[in-house]
């Protein structure tokens, strides 16, 4: 009787495809990829939420301080309306 010859499972992960996603020294990453052509570490593009509660919880965790936040909003509009202000004076002299 002949003995069914087992596949090296070496050989298969060597086989199977890559990553290809950039690296810091300009190559490609050269992990296995997984069903969606990305390896473990470098994932794949965000699809965002899908359900009503998920895009419900995107909104609700808007940035509301720092830069983007409602206060920082208005103190640049009146920046900008005092700067146009000075230039409109500059133009007058």
């Known amino acids: 009787m002949m003995q069914k010859r087992r596949e ?5 992960a060597q086989a199977a495809p890559r990553c290809g996603a950039r690296n810091r ?8 990829a997984m069903a969606n052509g990305r390896c473990r570490l470098h994932g794949g593009k965000s699809t965002g939420p899908r359900t ?8 609700a965790a808007r940035t509301v301080q720092g830069l983007y936040g409602a206060e920082a909003r208005e ?18 002299t």
């Open 8 to 12: 090296n499972p070496l050989n298969l």
């Open 25 to 32: 020294q300009g190559g490609a990453c050269m992990s296995p």
């Open 52 to 59: 009503t509660e998920g895009i419900a919880r995107i909104k």
């Open 75 to 92: 103190l640049r509009r009146h920046i900008s309306e005092l700067l146009a202000g000075a230039a409109h004076l500059v133009e007058e």
